[in-house]
């Protein structure tokens, strides 16, 4: 120790590095805002745009590029961005894509927080945001406008469940985009993780996915993540993403990736429990019909056979229109097992009830709606509290 420094310097500076040799798992926790260059012609040399190299921590660290990478091989993609939550994701792509005097397209199912969005940008930006049947196919191409840049997909509809066409859709855009108009598919992938319906392959520009849900699977975490396959649109959308400051946290990604190893088996299970629920509240009385995608009340249950492989943990029944709302609300809060609260893809079932006439223009039926997520309990357990919870009906 020749040469000494103050406790205060000390404080502050330390030759660690990670050992070379140490071989794990894991990918490691990076966090770090200022990112150290070796000298001015690397500062200069190194574009943040191209991921090349570090450049700061809001445009990623060795713990993100990581992150988005993998998300990328996984959905068969090329580029991936991460956002601080799904709807930051969803917001980045409108904010890349979308300028004062442009259109947007959104499906009347959309999330709700998108529809939302939706409706600021047309009220306080000048972007006109307009809303169509989440079943209309190639009808599609008599919405678009000159001036419509992006048309939002859900594959399927989070509350209703309605599975869209989208190869119908996604031809009608690219023809217009040969024509050269530039507009672009986006699709919150959410449902399906990326799994079930590989979007890509349909034609879709842009994926997005609420990592919150799947990917973690732990219901700690709220992350979003955008996926292309073309740079240029990537590059589109990193400029809303750093001029946004769109960063997450180290230790955030490290919960995601950790995910990422058991997602599928996950999704599997999630999907067998759900289809067992459904099959059994298919048969009940109580229940008038039942929107799940695999099951044929659900509207779009030939595109979902058509296009998807799989059906996670969520879906929809609609009650009969006997039960008031006072009654379902009363099964709700009967149900043991089923907690009450937002969100899905984590390990516990949860149940919530939907004022869908409110939140669709044209809803049809007024039976109550109620949303499952069926998490990874024993089913039979599942069914057995519905079951109970069902007398709280009256
Ligand atoms: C949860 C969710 C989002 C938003 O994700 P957050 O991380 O909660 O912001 C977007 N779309 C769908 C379909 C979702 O379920």
């Known amino acids: 120790m020749t040469d000494r420094k103050s406790i205060q310097t000390s404080l502050i500076h330390s030759d660690y590095v990670a050992p070379s040799g140490f071989g794990a798992f894991p990918t490691a926790i990076h966090h770090a805002s200022t990112v150290l260059f070796k000298d001015v012609a690397a500062m200069r040399s190194r574009n943040w745009q191209e991921k090349n190299a570090y450049t700061y921590g809001l445009h990623g660290t060795p713990t993100t590029f990581t992150l988005e990478g993998r998300l990328a091989e996984i959905e068969g993609g090329n580029h991936c961005l991460l956002a601080p939550s799904g709807l930051a994701a969803i917001a980045m792509v409108d904010f890349a894509l979308l300028k004062t005097g442009d259109d947007v397209l959104l499906p009347d199912n959309v999330y709700n927080p998108n529809r939302e969005l939706g409706r600021w940008l047309t009220r306080d930006y000048g972007i006109t945001a307009r809303y169509y049947d989440p079943l209309i196919g190639a009808g599609i191409a008599e919405l678009i406008q000159p001036n419509t840049r992006l048309i939002w997909t859900e594959a399927p509809g989070s509350v209703s469940m309605e599975v869209p066409d989208i190869p119908a859709m996604t031809k009608i855009v690219r023809e217009k985009r040969a024509a050269g108009q530039d507009i672009h598919v986006a699709i919150d992938n959410t449902w399906s993780a990326g799994l079930a319906f590989r979007a890509f392959d349909h034609g879709v520009d842009i994926v997005m996915h609420a990592l919150t849900k799947y990917q973690s699977g732990g219901s700690d975490v709220l992350m979003g993540a955008v996926i292309t396959q073309d ?164």
């Not at 109580?286 to 509207?299: G, K, T």
């Not at 039976?367 to 709280?392: M, Y």
Request: proline residues 4%; charged residues 25%; contains cysteine.
């Open 231 to 394: 740079k240029e649109l990537i590059h589109r959308i990193e400029m809303a993403h750093m001029r946004l400051g769109f960063g997450v946290s180290a230790d955030d990604t490290y919960l995601v990736l950790r995910g990422l190893p058991t997602m599928k088996l996950r999704f599997e299970a999630h999907d067998a429990g759900a289809r067992k629920v459904a099959a059994w509240l298919k048969a009940r009385p109580e229940i008038s019909r039942v929107l799940h995608p695999a099951f044929e009340d659900c509207p779009g249950h030939l595109n979902w056979k058509r296009d998807f492989t799989g059906a996670g943990g969520l879906f929809s029944v609609v009650f009969n229109e006997r039960y008031s709302e006072a009654q379902t609300d009363r099964f709700v809060d009967s149900l043991k097992l089923f907690k009450i609260g937002f969100s899905w893809g984590g390990a516990n079932s949860l149940c919530i009830p939907y004022r869908i006439q409110n939140m669709r223009s044209n809803w049809q039926g007024s039976g109550q709606l109620v949303r499952f997520n069926i998490g990874l309990e024993e089913p039979g357990d599942l069914i057995a509290d519905i079951e109970q919870a069902f007398s709280a009906l009256g």
